[in-house]
């Protein structure tokens, strides 16, 4: 009786051990190994490291966005700085009347370019749709004549294409600021548009990068000794309009 007893408790356990057995083997772990519950914590820990690295990944192109966009910016040109520059005071002369009104003259033809839409159309080839208009100076032209006129020798330009006021086109020079002198002249002028000016030299406006200057050149004594008259005018970065410098400027006029 005693053995059959003994017998029955060894069969219970038995079948109690079964099952817990077989659900560690259909898991693959054993909960004596210490290894086995590492491994699990390493697999883990690696999952996250690498989701959170793909998860940097793909936000990385976002943070650069910023920087392109700024490198891209542009600044605007600066007006140019006119305290301390006094307004020309030339004597009464009807030579010097004639620089004058010649600055003049081509300071509006300046200011008519840039408000001119066609511009933008003559830079189209055939067939192409035009594109938003756009404004912008007239570029620099020729120098008309070559040298200064000395004393009481003027200086008759020449109507022939391509020779002084008839060279340039929709966009540069003498026909785009649609200005042109048949008659004598007393005065050598030069338009420039950007850079090559000839006041800053001679302690006169420096128009920047962004503006203009016409300028007139005489020497009405012939002693190689020249006078120099300009006018400047700006684009107004604010406005998109040109202005021009209320007055005009010289150095050692009367020579």
Request: hydrophobic share 35%; aromatic share 6%.
């Amino acid at each position: 009786m005693v053995a059959a007893m003994i017998d029955l408790r060894a069969l219970a356990a038995s079948i109690v051990t079964l099952p817990l057995a077989l659900a560690l083997a259909a898991c693959g772990s054993d909960p004596s190994s210490p290894s086995s519950a590492s491994g699990s914590a390493t697999s883990a820990a690696a999952k996250t490291s690498a989701s959170a690295a793909s998860s940097g990944a793909a936000k990385a192109p976002s943070s650069a966005a910023p920087t392109a966009s700024a490198s891209s910016a542009t600044t605007a040109a600066a007006p140019p700085k006119l305290d301390g520059f006094k307004a020309c005071e030339a004597p009464d002369d009807a030579k010097v009347d004639e620089v004058r009104n010649f600055l003049g003259a081509v300071a509006r033809g300046a200011l008519a370019g840039y408000e001119r839409e066609m511009v933008a159309q003559d830079l189209l080839s055939e067939g192409e749709q035009p594109a938003e208009v756009s404004h912008a100076l007239c570029k620099s032209s020729t120098t008309v004549p070559a040298d200064v006129p000395k004393g009481s020798s003027p200086y008759k330009p020449s109507g022939d294409d391509g020779k002084d006021f008839s060279t340039g086109d929709a966009t540069t020079g003498w026909r785009c600021l649609k200005f042109a002198v048949s008659s004598t002249m007393y005065s050598q002028l030069t338009y420039k548009q950007g850079s090559g000016y000839l006041g800053p030299a001679r302690g006169l406006p420096d128009p920047g990068p962004g503006g203009f200057e016409v300028s007139g050149v005489q020497d009405l004594d012939g002693d190689g000794k020249t006078s120099l008259f300009v006018q400047i005018g700006w684009v107004d970065e604010a406005t998109k309009t040109v202005r021009l410098a209320t007055s005009l400027y010289c150095a050692d006029p009367g020579e």
